[in-house]
């Protein structure tokens, strides 16, 4: 089989750089187009000079669609409106679309569901092999501990991240929720300030850190009387999501269309 030809969008960008530079590490993958907002400072410049790896003859547009009928598959790690837009381009080309952005509302859910019933869509708050490992221990732990161990998550990101709770910590907070047979919507807090009483027995918090240049932190925590779980996963670097983005649409160029999640990927 042919090297799956991939467009990176926001290939200007920390992440896009990141996902350029695994491209041309990996095999069986291709950098066919990257794609820039309008406007951008970087449109035609090289993709792969931006990304530190040597010209590749592929410089930035802001031209999706004449990218998309091209391609066989989209990473994108950009902003919700973005992605939505995107998904529905994807669905269009009947491609892969593998989704790594992270702040999406119920609208933007919506849109990317009903895109998934053309495209092949893997989404997923966190792209690495060890937080999803993560997510299904943190499954496990939940359903074997009982209520009187309460679940807090707390996580750790760099100063530019413009998103709360993380994609991350979401994700791990849906499989403790999954764990327990709960809704997360319902039961989950994320700000305490001020005079709040005692902790609600069965709630899932959440606090979030930002500062530096944190790649990302999260520490799962189940506490009990007397004994205290932490499960934890540190991110040191980006290449590690980058990886995991190009394996996911390595996996889903041989599926149905559909709405995956790493999960599926690594078959967890």
Not at 29 to 58: H, P, W, Y
Not at 114 to 130: E, F, P, T
Not at 215 to 241: C, M, N, P, S, Y
Request: aromatic share 4%.
């Amino acid at each position: 089989m042919s090297d799956m030809r991939l467009v990176v969008v926001g290939a200007g960008g920390r992440m896009g750089r990141q996902l350029v530079q695994a491209i041309t590490e990996m095999s069986g993958v291709t950098v066919c187009a990257a794609i820039e907002r309008e406007g951008s400072k970087f449109l035609g410049q090289d993709a792969g000079t931006l990304a530190g790896v040597g010209e590749l003859g592929v410089p930035l547009t802001d031209d999706p669609l004449a990218a998309f009928v091209k391609a066989e598959g989209v990473l994108d790690f950009t902003r919700p409106d973005a992605t939505v837009g995107f998904a529905e381009l994807t669905a269009q080309a009947r491609i892969v679309h593998v989704i790594g952005t992270t702040g999406f509302d119920a609208a933007h859910e919506a849109k990317i569901e009903a895109a998934a019933r053309h495209a092949r869509i893997v989404k997923s708050g966190n792209m690495s092999l060890g937080v999803n490992l993560l997510a299904e221990l943190v499954r496990s732990a939940a359903r074997a501990l009982d209520e009187d161990f309460d679940i807090e998550i707390v996580e750790m990101h760099h100063r530019h991240k413009v998103d709360a709770p993380s994609g991350t910590a979401l994700l791990l907070g849906e499989a403790a929720a999954g764990g327990r047979e709960i809704d997360l919507k319902a039961r989950s807090v994320r700000v305490r300030d001020g005079h709040t009483g005692e902790r609600p027995v069965g709630d899932i918090g959440f606090a979030s850190l930002r500062g530096g240049s944190v790649v990302g932190d999260h520490t799962v925590i189940l506490a009990g009387e007397g004994e205290r779980i932490e499960l934890t996963h540190k991110a040191q670097d980006r290449a590690i999501f980058a990886r995991g983005a190009v394996k996911a649409a390595l996996w889903a160029r041989r599926q149905k269309p559909g709405l995956y999640s790493m999960v599926d990927v690594l078959g967890l």
